[in-house]
């Protein structure tokens, strides 16, 4: 079976730890608990018969005092960016990572930007017109919820079968 | 350090070390494990297949056991026990080693700072929200055509800065319930931005209860002191009237001061696209600030060049020498001690028919 790493990166409480407990562990907690280092957990996948396994990095968010240690991202096969769409600003966040990312490992890993919070929309800083700039740079999106669990199966599917040199889910 | 007494390397071991756990595991170039040292079950590593890479056995491990890319230094990563650890893996005499130091309290002290600096800039952004909820429109809109004056190399230019804040904020706010805080802060920012709008002013910034304006930027009817110091007064006679509805309702009373100075600063625009900001530097800036630090409860202080630049009538400002942080000279500071009775002229401003509605 193959293993996968995948980074989850992103700013601070923009849902990282809440994406990968909704997707491993079918929980969802309204409380913000901040990440410190790195917390690893597994998933097995199955991408068109072929099974994988997922080890899913969740990365301490970037904040004005800290900035992610590139050396969590060596050796990873994904970068998931995740953007609270409630907070616009963690948009030019997650793609500040990206060059980051970029520089240290290279571009040509499969990425996938999450717009997370959409149980939230009524509250979105982000607009369509953000989205649809990330999309025009040829980067995958989708808008996921933890809380509710939308988009959240279909975004990991969708990285994983990008890893496997698959086309991706339609985005959302 | 090989001769220093053992007592002496103990101390120094656990001050550089910590007296968490520590495990080593010693690979060959292919990643198989040789020898493994130290208490690697308190990171939660049972027995390893010596034949099988360790990076196919231990998660962390994967990607990393590139040899030309070493020494890795992976701080803070939660191990199979839960355990928060520092993990550093070198080359070394053709053998990998990857070397676990466990930080669990080092981990707990970063997580409760970590995370009070978060839940506070998180608290900072709804009460931003809040506020656009009401005054956002004008204000971005304002603060756009600031950011659009300036050269986006930046540049020099004359203005006055404004710093005001509550005073006693911080001690009100340690004995009051949250929930109670953030109605007064809503409450007091909702009276101190309109008297920054209707003066031509731009918001700077709203660090919890202190709000930053500049003056000067945006055209208005008259000079940048003159705005600033109309646009204080209206501040003042806003918590005034605030006051006297809390004192009926029992709550506390919010004084505040303010601190205003006029000179050449560095004008730039700094950030991102969705987080652009009017940046000003200078010694006028940092005099601001020091003069909002004078000023007692309901007292506005400036400095020379803002009152030296005022055309108001009736304002009873009383000159001073001061000492300030940071400056070696004493410097010379205008006090108003505001008074509504002594102030009637201003006690109205609503009659100015020219107040609010022009940009020129």
């Given amino acids: ?172 | 350090m090989e001769n220093f007494p053992d007592p002496v390397k103990k101390v120094l071991y656990d001050r550089l070390v910590g007296k968490g756990p520590i495990g080593l595991l010693e690979l060959d170039l292919s990643g198989k494990p040789v020898s493994l040292y130290g208490d690697l079950e308190s990171f939660g590593i049972g027995d390893l297949d010596l034949d099988v890479a360790a990076d196919a056995q231990l998660d962390f491990l994967t990607g990393m056991l590139n040899p030309t890319a070493m020494p890795v230094e992976l701080p803070f990563i939660e191990m199979p026990s839960g355990m928060s650890t520092d993990i550093h893996i070198f080359a070394e005499n053709n053998r990998l080693w990857v070397l676990l130091i466990g930080v669990d309290d080092k981990s707990s002290r970063q997580k409760t700072v970590q995370q009070k600096v978060n839940d506070m800039s998180l608290t900072h952004h709804r009460q931003s929200r809040i506020l656009n909820q009401y005054l956002g429109e004008e204000v971005a809109r304002r603060l756009k055509i600031g950011i659009d004056s300036v050269d986006s190399n930046g540049e020099r230019r004359r203005l006055t800065m404004m710093f005001a804040d509550i005073r006693g904020f911080t001690t009100f706010s340690e004995n009051s319930q949250p929930e109670e805080v953030f109605e007064a802060l809503n409450i007091y920012l909702r009276a101190m931005i309109p008297a920054v709008i209707d003066e031509h002013g731009v918001i700077d910034k709203i660090i919890g209860d202190e709000v930053m304006a500049i003056f000067g930027m945006l055209p208005g009817r008259t000079n940048g002191p003159n705005h600033a110091v109309l646009a204080s007064i209206r501040m003042l006679q806003a918590i005034d009237e605030l006051n006297r509805a809390r004192r009926k309702q029992n709550l506390a009373i919010l004084q505040v001061g303010i601190g205003i100075a006029t000179g050449p600063v560095s004008l730039g625009v700094l950030g991102s696209r969705h987080r652009k900001s009017i940046t000003v530097i200078g010694n006028h800036v940092n005099l601001a600030a020091r003069l909002q630090g004078v000023a007692g409860p309901n007292q506005l202080v400036i400095d020379h060049p803002t009152y030296n630049s005022l055309n108001l009538e009736n304002q009873n400002f009383t000159r001073k020498m001061v000492e300030l942080k940071g400056f070696s000279a004493p410097v010379a500071i205008h006090l108003l001690e505001f008074d509504k009775a002594s102030n009637p002229e201003i006690g109205n401003p609503g009659c100015d028919p020219n107040l609010g509605n022009s940009e020129g």
């Fill in chain 1, 1 to 172: 079976m193959y293993k996968k790493k995948v980074c989850m990166v992103g700013e601070f409480s923009v849902g990282k730890t809440s994406l990968v407990q909704r997707y491993v562990h079918s929980i969802f907690s309204e409380k913000y608990l901040t990440t410190v280092g790195v917390k690893i957990d597994r998933k097995e996948v199955d991408v068109d018969g072929e099974k994988i396994q997922l080890l899913l990095w969740d990365i301490q968010g970037e904040d004005a005092f800290s900035s992610v240690p590139m050396s969590y991202v060596k050796g990873t096969s994904a970068i998931i960016l995740v953007v609270d769409g409630t907070r616009g600003y963690t948009l030019d966040t997650a793609f500040e990572i990206k060059s980051h990312i970029d520089e240290a490992v290279g571009d040509k890993i499969p990425c996938i930007v999450l717009f997370n919070k959409y149980d939230l929309l009524h509250q979105w800083e982000i607009t369509e017109e953000d989205i649809a700039a990330v999309k025009a740079g040829g980067v995958l999106t989708m808008c996921t919820s933890s809380k509710d669990g939308s988009g959240v199966e279909d975004a990991f599917e969708s990285i994983s079968r990008m890893m496997m040199g698959k086309n991706a889910l339609a985005a959302a």
